[in-house]
């Protein structure tokens, strides 16, 4: 079972004190946070692709690298980050062949189902899941809309840049989509 394969591996990581070259503080040694999606692809090639080594930034990920308004629990870290933790650089990287792109709200709601949960819950959740399980089309614009909405957070200072990126999840290569100094 995973779990104790994980609880036997970390207590000779301890022991062994193989956290030694990790140690740092919660301030991130390059200001700057990183907004990304959840793919598993990107846990270890992200940061050796953009040479970040630990401690180096804020890392705040969910489904699709998206936004979906200015009181989400991205804006909030993303915010905490910025105040508490002095990042002064944002940078949104969303990536190629992501799961949220072309996501069909109805074959996860017939999943939903398919699992046991009926429709009585469904007809009776608090928001419509077409309001919040959203993907997106394409991800370029995923990029620029979540740029636009940290930009636009009226918390946000202005003396804090945002960057939008698009990774490849195959070869860790980046493409600029928006570079957040040239819009200061
Ligand atoms: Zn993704």
Redesign the pocket.
Known sequence: MLLNQILEFNENFVKNKQYEGFQTDRFPNKRAVIFT???NRLVDLMPRALNLQNGDVKMVKN???MITNHYDSTMKSILVAVYNLKADEIFVIS?HD???SNFQMDNFMDLVKERGVSEETIANLEKDPKEWMEGFVDVRTNVKESVDMIKSHPLLPDDVVVHGLVIDPATGELELVERGYESE
Do not use: I, P, T
């Open positions: 999606c959840m793919d489904a699709g690298a990536h992501c799961g949220m």
